[in-house]
Each structure stands twice: as structure tokens, then as C-alpha cells.
């Protein structure tokens, strides 16, 4: 339970930000720091058996197989040495980072979406690196791109744009992903990301593997910033110091090196891998560092050094070979170390002379000595200097690319290129060194040092690589099981300043000599870098050429429906399902079966006869209310066929669905005129045409398609298994709150949103003049028309209320169930409004959605309960009091809730007030202001021919509102 108690705690801390912050503000940095020390702790606490090769593991059934595919989704957690490392590292640096953000923030300024998207951001991190079952690790992944999203975006409008493309490339890499694992999974026939990985398919389908490594590979560059995903890394630096120094220099960059150290163990000696991973890695980590001494603000500086050594460790990991994946997990951590700090360093910087612009900083060194030692060690760490942990970690990886499986010849060019990025790694380093401290033009006598407890957090990882270098050989057991676990063979790694003269420590001699000439030449040669012209587009010009092609494309398409006319949106959906219906009816090769017996009956023509009468005269009335009704009949006739066919449930559903949105129509088309407009002959004999080619395609479909097979498969498992699993004789009830209750949920989630989307649009939209005679003065003959209704409405509605109750309770076994015993009680909220002589909300303005809300929370709450049995909304059954309870029947009153809170929604905004912010009871000045103004009706247009009538203007005379 420690997996599980780790990750709840990162979870406790995403709800106890807001509450800390409340509480002592931006110090909520301590607390929340003193959670993940918490948490590290209890993972440190199960090391041993861990580094020995034991995983802990964790898992409870998320979405069980009830059709016997074999395949269960887990919500599944393993922490073996590789997920260990990655996760201390997160929870380290996270806690550290926090311990920064408690000074450097300010205060009361939005650090309560701070600290709680990064909290979430921690956990989801966690959960991606422990994560061992593929969606799982997919949720993660995407719950790391929309935290990372969020806390680039808040930091306003500088990094709008920088959000936006990190959004767009990272989701890239999700979509990559799930291609990946889906395949992944199917082929190896389960979810386990353990399972997947010792799967034999493998090396059984090589062309298989090798697409997956591509799609995995991609997903990696996505994240951690490769070529040609490089440019959204350095435009995310907008984001605050402590956003910088944890997502882009221990995490989210981090996030794609962990998942191709986690597939290096079926793709170590695929070449397709090695050759792409090799040659993108160490591509951009050339350019990238060439990029970095073009730049003169020290944290776009920072951010390209950091994709140039993800490059390196990509390029590492692309040979293959257990000692090179143990090397890049060294850099990894060393990069970790003195990145991290130097981003908060630079954050002390900006913080006390206000600006990270070399061209405008001073001679620092006095003025702020201990930052300036701070940085200098973290730099020489980056520049692989000696005697720091970064000059053992890059030996590491020049040793490991001597054994790159690409060929002698090959292998001399990547140490040549791997030279070359050293070079520019110890310009860029002496860049950041000496043109923030020395260089700068600026006078900074106003300067002074930055408090302790800003400085000291921000230089603490990067002071850790000189200390560490000392006891090197207290990591060469973790890191070696940590290489294992990548690898799937043992790896050995023996972590020392001297192995001797060798090739790697002759680059490395080199390297320095060049470094330090390019330093004493340093004005010219950053000068020439800095005004050179290199790259010519970049990709945030790529990107942005790409958006406005797809936007110009959409457009395009868009102007194919982009008319409020109901005939350019239905014309050629209409033909081209004629056409597929002529194709499907001429073409020699399709042979139907024959009609089973049985299914055809007189009585079928009286549905047919209600239809067809109601769909003649829908065609041939111009009055907007005789075509409100005999929509209403259209489904009356439909509701009668389906009750025909044996299928009460439905029957009633749509029965009542009928009655409730011809009601609604009602409200609507009182805003409008009488009759709908004229249109031309020609117009109309050319529609006349269309509409009866959608009815033969229509005809010729149902004929052709239906009845001419037994039941399904999968229908006769729900009739015959149905009602043992379950306890219910109800298959259409049991089906939905049972076996596709997940699909319930989503469409519930969709009625919520509709609920709220009716509350927004019809609040904020203007009011135009009611159609003649659909606006009786509140106190006039609308009293009187009133009376019988009211009386009625006593005895009716405590009726329907009974009836919805018995109708909700009986569900399981008879026809009804919660969406039926709604749509009952939705009735009689409808019987009480039109019961009323004026428009009124039947409810409190808020009441709706709260029932929305509560029913959607009660539902996901019957999933819940389901986890205690194995699987989310899995049903639990038990008898009491005599009588069989299901835990379905709690996602049935969430349905319930959902649907009257539509329902209501639909009449208080339809119904309940006359214009945007304005209450009912603001119109009570009739009773003392006497009679209304006569109110001018809305007669209909003069023929034309357009298909739609321009609406009013609500700003003219013509749109004075008034009462119902």
C-alpha cells in the first residue's frame, strides 16, 4: 500500500494548496514542500527490496471484461528501481522548488492557482512514472501536458502563445502515444505495461515493433523537446522561475526520457530505433546549444541548454547497451541537479536587479557573491568541468557512444558531433557565468545580495554536484538497478572522476582547451553568434503557417453550411445518402437475405397512417404552431410503432419527450412570426425533389437492412444473461445502469452541459416582440384562462409525482426506471407552469443546476462505490428488508436529478424571464402601473427568397418587452 499511499499524498496536497494559501499565502510553499519530504520518505523506506529486484506493486480492477475478451483495465501501480529513481527525483526537486516559491513569489497574487496546478501537476507526474497499466500511463501523460498547459497560460499574456503551442505538441505526442499502446496492448492481448513489455510479439512481428518504436520515439520528442518539437520549450520559459526550474528541467522534459528508458527494454537493438534516436538527439543537441549562445536573456538561454542535453541523454539512450542507459540515467539526475538551480538562480537575478538581459546587467560579482558562486558552480557542472558531477556524467556518455551500434565510421562522427556540442556547452555556460556577472555595461550599484532564504533553496541542487563527486560509489548500486530495469539485463556502472587516459577524457581535454580559447575571444565570437541569421523560419513560424493554413482549410469547408438556411445543411448530407442508397440497390454483387418471418402486421399501418398524415401537412402548413403540434404527432405515431414492437420502455420515453419539447417549441415560437415565409416555385418543386430521394433512400434502408437477421450475438447474451447477473427482469433498465453505465455517465455528463449551455445562451441572447396573441396580460383574460388549469394542477400534480416514484422504483424489473420516472415529474413541472397566468420560473434560478450537478456527482459516486468490488460503476447487489437493492439504483437517481434539472432549465429560461438580467419580480410594477402598453405584433415577412427571415433588431421599437 505504499505505491498507493505515495500518490495519495501528492493528491492531498493538490486540495490542501488552496487551503494553505488561504491560510499564510505564498509560505504555503513550506507545507506543501514538507508533503512530498513525506512522501519521498515512505519511498526511500521501500528502496531495499526495490533496488534488489523485488517491485512494489499496487493495482484494483478499473474496468472489468464481462464479454470474456481476457482483457481487464487495471488502475495499476509498480515502482521497480527505474520508476524509483524518476519519482524521488520528481518529489525532490518538487520539494526543493516549493521551498523557493515561498520567497520568490509575491504576495497574494495568484498563488492559489500556483501552487495548486503544481501540486496536480506533482501528482500527475508521480502517477505517470509508477504508472503500470498503458491507459493509466496515457491519463498521466495527458494530465502532465494540460498542468504544464495551465501553468504557462497563467502567467497572462506573454505566455498565451507559448501555452498554446505546448498544448498543440505535446497532445501531438498523446495521440502518438495512445496509437502506440493501443497496438501495444492488443498485440500482447492486456494492458500491463509489464505485461506488454516481457510480451513475446515482439520478435515475433518486427514490422510491428519497429512502427511502435516510431510512435513511441515521437511521443518522447514531443515532450522533451526534440527536433522538430524543439521551439515550444525555450517559448514556455513566460511561465514564472519555479514553473521553469521543475516542468522543464526534473519533469516534464523528464517525462519523455523515462518513456524511452521504459521501452528501451524491447527497443534496445531494434535499429530503426537506435538510428532515430541517435542521429534527432544528438542533432538537436548541436543546434540547440548553438541556439543558447545566440541568446542574450539568461532564461531563454537556460531553456536551449536544456534541450540540447535532453538531446544528449535521447542520443545516449538511442545506443542501447545497459552501460549507455545507465549513463543517460547519471545525466539525468546530474542535469536535474544543476538546471534546476539555475533556472531559480536566475529568478534571484531578475528578482534583484530586475531584468535577465545580459545587455543590461553589471559587474554582479561583488555585489552579489554567494548567487555568483552558486551559478558558477552549476554552470561548470553543465560545462562538464571537472571535479563536478556533470564532467562525470558527460564521460559517461562519451564512453557509452563508442559502443553505438551504427558502424566504426558512424560512431568517429557522433563523437566528432558530440565534440562539437561540448564546445558550444562550455561557451554557452561561460555566456551565463560571465555576462551576467562580469560583462554587463550596466552601473549596479543599487544591487544588493538576494535574502538567504531566496539564494540558498536555488543554489542547493547545484551545489549538491560538488559534494556528490565524492561518494560516487554510494550510487553505483541504485543507478545500476535503475539501468537493469531499462535495460533487462544487468548493467554494471562503476561511477569515478579517473578511469585512466582514454578516448572520452581526450574529448574532454579538447573540449576545455577550445572552451577556454573561445572564452578569452568570447566579444567577437558571441557577437558573431548573436547577429547571425541562423535559423532562417523557425518553428514557432512553422507552427504558425501551419495554424493558418488548417484555419484557412476550415473555412473553406465551413462555407459549404455557413447560412441559416435548413436547406444548405441538409441538401448534400440528403444526396449523399441518396447516392449511397442507389449504389447499395444496383450493385450486382449485394444479395439480401429474406424477410424473417414474423415481423410485418396490419396494425403497423396505423403508426404509418399517424406519420404520414402528420408529415403532409408539416409540408404543407404555413403556421409556425400547426407545425409545433404535428411534430408532436410525428412522434406520437413513432411512439406507438415502437410500443408495436414489443419496447414499452422506449415507447414511453419517447412519448414523454414529445409532449415536454412541443411544450417547449411553444415558448420558442411565440418569439416569432405566424407563418413562415414564401418561397419560390422553383425553390420549392427543387426541394419537393430532394425530400422524396431521401425518402426512397430512407424507404430502400429500412427495407433493404432490417429484419432480414436473427438477433445478435451480443443481444442474445443481454436476454439470457442479463437477468441473472443483474437480479432484473428490465434488460433495456439493467443495460444502461449496468453493463454500459460508463456510456450513460458520458451522455449524462453531455444532458449536464446542455442543461448549462441553455442557462448561458438563452440568458444572453435578446428578446424579440411575442407572435400575435401569445401575450395575455398578466392581469386580464390569461387570469381566467388560468382557473381550470390550477385546479387541476392540485390533483395532477400529486399524482405524476406518485407516478414518477413508482414508476423510478419498479425500473429493474418492469418497464420504467430513472430517465422515464424524470421526464414523468418533468411533466408535472410543465402542467405547473402552464398553470400560471404570466411567465415565472417554477424554480429558484440556482435550483437547476444544482439538481444537474448533484445527479451527475451522485452517478460518479456509484461508480466509486463500485471500486470497493474490483471496478468503477460496477453494481452491488444485496437483499434487505426482504427486498433486492442494487447500488445501480443510486446512478439511476443521479439520472434522475440530471434530467429535472434539465428540464427546469429549459423552463425558466425559456419561460421564467422576459429579457437578459432581468427577474420576474421586476415586472410586479404592472399590478401598480394599470394596463400595458398595446404591444405591436409581429406579422409575418413579405415573400422572398430567402429561406430564413433576418432576425429583428432587438434595439428597435419593435422589440419592447412585455409579459406572457
Known sequence: MSLLFVVALAVISVIFAPISVKVIDRKAGWPLAAIFAVAAYFLVREAGPILDGQALTWDVTWVRDVLGTGIDVNFALRADALSLFFALLALVIGAVVFIYSAEYLPRKKGNISFYTIMTAFTAAILLLVLADDVFVLFVAWELVSLASFMLIARSGSSGESGSIRTLILTFFGGLTLLTAVAIAAVQAET????????????????????????????????????????????????????????????????????????????????????????????????MSAYFAVQKTDLKKLTAYSTVSHLGWIVATIGVGTPFALGAAIVHTLSHALFKSSLFMLIGVIDHQTGTRDIRRLGFLVKKMPFTFVSVLIGALSMAAVPPLLGFVSKEGMLTAFLDAPIGNSYVVLLLVGAAIGAVLTFTYSAKLVLGAFVDGPRNMSHVKEAPVSLWLPAALPGLMSLPLVLVLSLFDAPLSAAATSAAGESAHLHLALWHGVNTPLLISL????????????????????????????????????????????????????????????????????????????????????????????????????????SVFGLVTTRNRLSAAVLVGTVGVGVSFQMLLLGAPDVALTQFLVEGLVVVIIMMVIRHQPNKFKRIKHSRRRSTVLVSVLAAFAAFMAVWGLLGRHERSELAMWYLNEGPEITSGA???????????????????????????????????????????????????????????????????????????????????????????????????????????????????????????????????????????HGSFLYAIHFNFAGQHWTTSMIFDLGVYLAVLGMVSMAINGLGGYLRPGSDIKDLDYARQSGPLPATPAVEPEPDGDEDWPEPMNPASGNSKEVTR
Open 191 to 286: 494492458t500491463s505495461l509489464d505485461g506488454i513489455l516481457h510480451s513475446t510479439f515482439w520478435a515475433d512481428k518486427p514490422v510491428v515493433t519497429a512502427v511502435i518504436a516510431v510512435l513511441i520515439a515521437i511521443s518522447a520528442f514531443t515532450k522533451s523537446a526534440q527536433f522538430p518539437f524543439h521551439f515550444w520549450l525555450p517559448e514556455a520559459m513566460a511561465a514564472a522561475t519555479p514553473v521553469s526550474a521543475f516542468l522543464h528541467a526534473a519533469a516534464v522534459v523528464k517525462a519523455g526520457i523515462y518513456l524511452l528508458l521504459r521501452f528501451s527494454i524491447v527497443f534496445h537493438d531494434v535499429a530503426v530505433w537506435n538510428w532515430l534516436l541517435i542521429i534527432i538527439g544528438m542533432g538537436t543537441a548541436i
Open 510 to 613: 579538447g573540449v576545455l582547451a577550445a572552451g577556454v580559447l573561445g572564452v578569452i575571444f568570447r566579444k567577437e565570437l558571441w557577437k558573431i553568434a548573436e547577429t547571425s541569421p541562423f535559423p532562417i523560419a523557425t518553428g514557432n513560424d512553422t507552427l504558425s503557417m501551419l495554424v493558418y493554413r488548417a484555419n484557412l482549410l476550415g473555412k473553406t469547408f465551413g462555407r459549404m453550411a455557413d447560412s441559416m438556411s435548413p436547406r444548405r445543411h441538409l441538401v448534400s448530407l440528403i444526396v449523399l445518402l441518396w447516392a449511397l442508397a442507389a449504389f447499395a440497390t444496383l450493385h450486382p454483387s449485394i444479395q439480401l437475405a429474406p424477410k424473417q418471418p414474423g415481423i410485418d402486421h396490419w396494425v403497423d399501418l396505423i403508426p404509418l397512417a399517424i406519420i404520414g398524415l
Open 730 to 868: 428490465n434488460v433495456v433498465n439493467t443495460i444502461l445502469v449496468e453493463f454500459r453505465a460508463l456510456d450513460t455517465l458520458g451522455e449524462l455528463s453531455v444532458l449536464g452541459m446542455a442543461a448549462v449551455v441553455i442557462g448561458a445562451v438563452v440568458a444572453s441572447m435578446p428578446r424579440h416582440p411575442f407572435a400575435k396573441g401569445t401575450h395575455p396580460r398578466p392581469f386580464g383574460q390569461s387570469q381566467l384562462n388560468s382557473i381550470p388549469l390550477r385546479m387541476l394542477v392540485k390533483v395532477l400534480v400529486p399524482a405524476l409525482c406518485f407516478l414518477s416514484f413508482i414508476v423510478f422504483m419498479r425500473g429493474h424489473n418492469d418497464p420504467g426506471g430513472g430517465f422515464i420516472a424524470a421526464l414523468i415529474a418533468g411533466a408535472a413541472l410543465m402542467y405547473l407552469y402552464l398553470s400560471k397566468a404570466r411567465d415565472g420560473r417554477i424554480f429558484n434560478q440556482n435550483v437547476p443546476f444544482i439538481l444537474t450537478g448533484i445527479g451527475i456527482l451522485m452517478a460518479v459516486f456509484s461508480g466509486v462505490l463500485g471500486l470497493t
